[in-house]
């Protein structure tokens, strides 16, 4: 029991609370479950009126409560305990280290001239904080300043100010160790000036040194702190009128407390929240302090069985003369150590893998396949896909729900569109390896289980079947010689808010809702056909049978042709780009290979990386399509400008669809608008036309709704509600324009420039993530810094 009260409980406790503080510092802002722009708008929700201020732990979102305004305590004090902590690390590390080398010189000389410690005294008494706020006040306020300016004369200033009392404490502990016998040995024994500083005083005062640079964090936390009280906050503080209130720009902790300091007549925790964290920071740096003087003074008692005078509680650490010392096995205070330093280490990389968890919209199922494909000298293709379903939810299933579309094709169907019919035969399902029951409804392929699918669990499913394509069909079609070959498998749904989202199949715009998959495919095909699918590397055209395989996709689609020809091009980055067709139309393939290329590269050079290492461009009647790698594009349309308009539009479908995905028939906008707004700009931008040559398709789609009088509408609305396609194409595109052109200086000095960049940081954010209408404003807002009711012309939240 006596060696726990020897314990040196403040160096230990210090060490892991500062741990703590470094790494909020380092992975706070990831950890935020909220950005500094989003607030809690006021809601209904089970009964109850949500509105802020909201109270501490009343709900999940906002643990730590929000401010008056909305704003998530929790998630401020997040991205601002960062500048708190380092910006006094700065501030004591630059004082410290200018204060420590004069005063060791200063302390070196034989007198001391009376006006310094005649200035040493009188600075002594005064307020550090007064001067910075006579320094800081005039560029403090809604300044024009960037942050980052001011937080670097903000540095400087209260470094300098500060380093004149470091001088004077390590010029008199300097002279008083000059007047010890062992300096006075080495100064007999002529050593320099450089090497008594350097070998024998600096030595003898590193723990000092040690212990007055945590103190001196803990004092300039006191003057952020104290300066917060008038108003000064650390990185600028925004004023308001009407009524009149000051706001941190950068949330540190001082300037929390600073803004919140009113509401201690109520709304009491939008004040005692940061004033707690802030207390814990001050005193975390305490602790460490008082345990390491605790240790040294322990470490360097010279007789501590003697009981003389003071007596260490701690017991010394000494080393043994000539002893080596051991690094491994390590063991008591330093298996601690290293013990800490794996929590630091892994917690961190925990919250690094994790960081976009929250970002999207959550998909419960996923599914892998392999699926087998053989074709006879009929076009009637004999199909078994073997899926392995997974149940990422909690829930229990009870069924299986798949997208079966070639079903909606067959005899009887109602699409105007499609001239023929496409024939299916379900020979047998197999759910882990026991026949199942079925039920094919139009396009849904229902699949019920004996036993429930419990949540996290797995299933095998297998289908056999047999299809063949309708003659000119949508996606799903036969075209002469060539068979197109889209959604020709059955597709899992998805799984989300508790059911499964699984709506009716529209040849109008795509209607179908999956998430990302792998595939690996095999194939057989009679003489003649070559095979072109989403895979990232066919076989060579003359192979008639093989195995492909890709990772995540949204659908893996198929073109088996015949007598086509093959052009081929090189992107950015190696990616190769290959156009068949054949030579029955007047487009010109040379142009059209060009344009490809350099629509490719430049998304490649302006948004990201292509997502595959080919991308195929097929030529052929049907519609301008696209699907992961490929795209389709009819060359017998008379229009040669939407022609070209098509090619770059189904390229960047390549990023706005196949890589950031969306639900087609509820958010069908989210990838046609956005990509609609990205073809306009490649136009403005890579060919450099006028504004309104460039946006003349999204502004002719709007023209048109005006003229037909259909009125307003959303863009954010279901695929059987749509009055026509230009509001989800068009709209979005002129929106989004309008905003580029009146929020671009807030990111830089050029409308296009931000234009892409906007686009490059969207896509880079929801990369193999969904992507609904409250996550395009979540991000957007927090992005341009506007208000949710900015969009409310054209999107309904």
């Keep these: 029991m006596n060696k726990l009260f020897k314990l040196n409980y403040s160096l230990y406790i210090g060490i892991i609370c500062v741990s703590v503080l470094l790494f909020l510092c380092i992975f706070g802002p990831m950890m935020a479950s909220h950005s500094l722009t989003e607030t809690l708008e006021t809601q209904y929700t089970d009964g109850k009126v949500i509105s802020p201020p909201m109270e501490p732990f009343e709900t999940v979102d906002y643990p730590l409560g929000t401010d008056k305004w909305g704003y998530d305590l929790l998630s401020m004090i997040l991205h601002g305990i960062r500048y708190t902590v380092f910006i006094a690390l700065a501030i004591t590390l630059i004082k410290m280290i200018v204060g420590t080398v004069l005063g060791l010189y200063i302390g070196q000389w034989k007198r001391t001239p009376s006006w310094m410690v ?57 002279v008083e160790l000059n007047k010890s016998v062992y300096i006075e040995a080495a100064k007999a024994l002529g050593a320099s000036k450089n090497r008594l500083i350097w070998r024998h005083i600096f030595p003898q005062l590193k723990e000092t040194i040690l212990v007055m640079f945590i103190l001196e964090i803990v004092y300039v936390i006191t003057i952020m702190g104290q300066l917060a009280l008038v108003n000064i906050f650390v990185g600028g503080t925004l004023r308001r009128f009407d009524p009149l209130i000051y ?68 017991k010394p ?48 199922s996923k599914a892998a396949y392999d699926i087998h494909l053989a074709m006879d000298e009929n076009g009637l293709f004999d199909t078994e896909a073997t899926i392995q379903v997974k149940n990422k939810s909690e829930d229990d299933w009870d069924e299986l729900v798949f997208y079966f579309i070639p079903n909606v094709f067959t005899e009887g169907h109602s699409f105007d569109s499609v001239k023929g019919n496409a024939t299916v035969k379900v020979k047998e399902i197999e759910v882990n390896g026991e026949k199942a029951d079925y039920s094919l409804k139009k396009d849904t392929l229902k699949i019920p289980l004996v036993d429930n699918m419990k949540g996290k669990s797995k299933h ?71 095979f072109i699918s989403s895979a990232e590397k066919d076989p060579k055209p003359e192979a008639n049978e093989g195995s492909v395989k890709i990772k995540k996709i949204r659908d893996f689609f198929i073109a088996v042709t015949k007598d086509m020809d093959i052009h081929e091009a090189t992107a950015n980055d190696g990616v190769k780009i290959r156009l068949f067709t054949k030579n029955d139309h007047d487009k010109n393939i040379d142009e059209s290979l060009k344009l490809a290329k350099d629509a490719l590269s430049f998304y490649q050079e302006k948004i990201g990386a292509y997502p595959h290492k080919q991308l195929d461009i097929i030529l052929d009647n049907g519609p301008f399509m696209e699907y992961p790698g ?83 509408q959303y863009s954010n609305v279901p695929v059987h509600e749509l009055k026509d396609t230009g509001y989800i194409y068009g709209q979005p595109a002129v929106e989004l324009l309008k905003m580029m052109k009146s929020k671009y200086q807030l990111k830089g000095d050029d409308v296009k420039e931000v234009s892409m960049q906007f686009l490059s940081d969207y896509y880079h954010h929801f990369m193999y993530k969904e992507v609904d209408t409250s996550e395009f404003i979540r991000f957007t807002k927090d992005y341009f810094l506007v208000p949710s009711g900015y969009f409310n012309g054209w999107l309904n939240k």
């Design 118 to 174: 005649a200035f040493e005294n009188a600075w002594s008494y005064v307020p550090l904080f007064l001067i910075l706020y006579f320094f800081m006040r005039p560029i403090n306020f809604n300044s024009q300043l960037e942050t980052s300016t001011l937080l670097g004369y903000f540095i400087v200033i209260a470094s300098i100010i500060s380093i004149p009392s470091i001088v004077s404490s390590v010029r008199l502990k300097t």
């Design 247 to 314: 706001l941190s720009v950068t949330k540190e902790l001082s300037g929390l407390v600073g803004q919140a300091r009113l509401n201690i007549y109520g709304n009491t925790h939008i004040l005692i929240v940061p004033l707690i964290v802030l207390l814990f920071t001050t005193i975390s740096f305490s602790l460490l302090a008082n345990g390491l003087k605790n240790r040294f003074q322990s470490n360097y008692a010279r007789t501590p069985w003697i009981r003389i005078g003071q007596v260490p509680r701690m």
């Design 460 to 530: 095998t499913v297998k289908v056999a079947y047999e299809f063949t394509p309708p003659e000119q069909g949508v996606r799903f079609s036969k075209e002469k010689d060539n068979y197109y070959l889209a959604q020709w498998y059955p597709m899992l749904a998805t799984y989300q808010n508790g059911k499964w989202n699984k709506e009716d199949y529209s040849d109008g715009v795509e209607t179908y809702h999956v998430g990302f998959s792998d595939y690996k495919v095999t194939y057989k095909l009679p003489e003649g056909y070559s």
């Design 630 to 712: 490929i795209v389709t594009i009819n060359p017998y349309i008379q229009d040669s400008n939407f022609y070209r308009l098509s090619i770059v539009h189904e390229i960047a479908h390549q990023y706005f669809y196949g890589v950031v995905a969306n639900d087609q028939y509820n958010e069908g906008w989210v990838d046609e608008g956005i990509t609609e707004f990205a073809t306009s700009l490649y136009f403005y931008i890579a060919e450099n036309q006028w504004e309104g040559q460039a946006f003349a398709t999204p502004k002719y789609r709007m023209e048109w709704i005006r003229e037909a009088g259909l009125g307003r």
């Design 317 to 364: 650490v000494r080393k043994k003369f000539g002893e080596k010392r051991k690094l491994w096995p390590p063991r008591g205070e330093s298996l601690a150590i290293l013990a800490l330093f794996l929590v630091f280490i892994g917690a961190g990389t925990y919250v690094y893998l994790t960081k976009d968890s929250d970002v999207g919209v959550k998909n419960y």
